[in-house]
């Protein structure tokens, strides 16, 4: 019979990964208990009708890449694809804007997007996502972009980008829409086939199409920033203002869009340079008529979502640590199958103790057994027959080889 393999596009994280993992997340929660944002946790799947509105329906997230299925009960269900929608979605139907705004939430769990897996590209993801909602105010941009920031320099990530621009509002982006259409008119012929798809639909998107013919049209193109309403142009200069303020390195794009359909204003991305092709390891911005798309009252927010798989990538490569790999306290060697029984008990007794301790369960020589406590423990507590005969335990010092006789209570005591 053939063998059964993960889906393509998916991973397990396994023993000697899943520490990095911890890690990760780790310092993730420490960045947002001082950012004051709490834990939100959301359905993994939701109705499809969801992201058909408040992602957009010619974005290639709903066009092409969902998990879209009919449950037992006909109802059309997709596996998230993004969490704004859902936090927004929660937000709006437990009443939230009642309490005090703005609300930030943070939360982080897998979504899935059926995409052609590459390095840093998989059909099920991990996202670090963070979104603060009820407020208009240009300074929860900031605070946002310097959340992001804050987590990568804790991780000490090094060599990222970020990048940024306004996308505008719904009263000066159909005009800026109109611009750059009658720019691109003249070069349809020269646009790559699905640019050429993108004109009607959604022109915005061939700005930041990787084709080199339609990447040297666009270059001249008109920029939305030339083209924002007062309003818009006002929120982008305070943000800059306080970003300057806080000292961030911060890179204009005229050409950023973002590829979901609910930003407004600020549209942002946090690039690696040491990560080829899919090299954002965040984008977020504002999205301030989300809730309207999903039959909601006007509601403000901003977020973003960082992928963790991008992030370690890049960890890894720039050879940042991720904390010290967990270790047992303990690991139990036995002289003969005599000792096991004992074994089995002190382990008990020092689990109880919150000592962490692993034993042997597979009869190996104790050569054998002292070489795997070096690897997964800081001591080996030897039990041989002399050790329970005369009711005493052998401590060996992993680190330094140094041994003692030890009572029980000076084991535990010890090892504490
Ligand atoms: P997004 O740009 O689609 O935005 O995804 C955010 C991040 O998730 C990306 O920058 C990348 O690090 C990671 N990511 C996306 N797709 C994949 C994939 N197939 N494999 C691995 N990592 C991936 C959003 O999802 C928005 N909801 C962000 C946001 C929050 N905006 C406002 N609030």
Same mark, same amino acid.
């Given at each position: ?7 393509? /596009?998916?991973?397990?994280?396994? /023993? ?18 001082? =950012? ?8 993994? =799947? ?7 509105? /408040? ?14 299925? &009919? ?33 930030? *939430? ?32 240009? #300074? ?39 611009? #750059? ?14 640019? %050429? ?30 083209? #924002? ?13 306080? &970003? ?59 977020? *973003? ?25 303990? =690991? ?8 096991? &029984?004992?074994?089995?008990? #002190? ?37 041989? %027959? ?5 009711? =005493? ?14 009572? &029980? ?8």
């Amino acid at each position: 019979m053939s063998k059964i393999e993960a889906p393509r /596009g998916t991973k397990d994280i396994l /023993g000697d990964e899943s520490w990095k993992w911890a890690y990760v997340s780790h310092v993730a929660q420490g960045v947002v208990s001082d =950012f004051g944002y709490k834990e939100i946790t959301l359905p993994i =799947f939701e109705h499809t009708e969801l992201f058909h509105r /408040g992602v957009g329906q010619t974005t290639d997230v709903v066009e092409k890449e969902m998990y879209t299925f &009919l449950d037992k009960g006909g109802r059309s269900i997709t596996l998230r694809p993004e969490l704004t929608a859902s936090v927004m979605r929660s937000y709006l139907e437990h009443n939230m804007a009642r309490g005090s705004q703005p609300q930030k *939430f943070w939360c982080i769990g897998p979504m899935f997007r059926y995409e052609r897996p590459q390095k840093g590209r998989y059909r099920q993801f991990v996202q670090l996502d963070i979104e603060a909602i009820g407020s208009r105010s240009p #300074l929860l941009d900031v605070e946002i972009i310097d959340l992001s920031m804050e987590f990568y320099r804790r991780l000490g990530l090094k060599n990222l980008q970020v990048v940024l621009n306004s996308v505008g509002c719904p009263e000066c982006r159909p005009l800026y829409r109109k611009a #750059l259409q009658d720019y691109l008119a003249p070069h349809m012929s020269e646009l790559c086939e699905s640019c %050429q798809g993108r004109f009607d639909r959604n022109p915005l998107r061939i700005l930041d199409c990787k084709n080199p013919a339609c990447k040297a049209i666009t270059e001249n193109a008109p920029s939305i920033l030339d083209n #924002l309403c007062d309003d818009c142009k006002s929120h982008f200069a305070t943000v800059m203002k306080a &970003l300057e303020k806080l000292g961030a390195d911060i890179k204009l794009d005229k050409r950023l869009v973002r590829g979901l359909d609910y930003y407004t204003k600020t549209a942002f991305e946090i690039l690696s340079g040491d990560l080829g092709s899919q090299n954002a390891v965040c984008g977020g911005g504002r999205y301030d008529h989300l809730a309207e798309a999903i039959g909601g009252a006007p509601t403000p927010g901003v977020g *973003f979502a960082s992928g963790l798989e991008r992030v370690i990538l890049t960890m890894e490569s720039q050879g940042a640590t991720f904390g010290k790999e967990p270790k047992n306290k303990a =690991f139990i060697v036995t002289a003969d199958d005599n000792a096991l &029984l004992e074994a089995a008990s #002190l382990a008990n007794i020092l689990r109880t103790n919150h000592i962490a301790t692993d034993m042997d369960y597979m009869a190996r020589s104790m050569k054998t057994q002292v070489k795997a406590a070096a690897g997964t423990s800081d001591f080996a507590v030897i039990l041989g %027959q002399d050790e329970i005969e005369k009711k =005493f335990y052998t401590l060996k010092n992993m680190a330094t080889g140094e041994q003692e006789s030890l009572s &029980l209570d000076a084991l535990i005591e010890k090892l504490k």
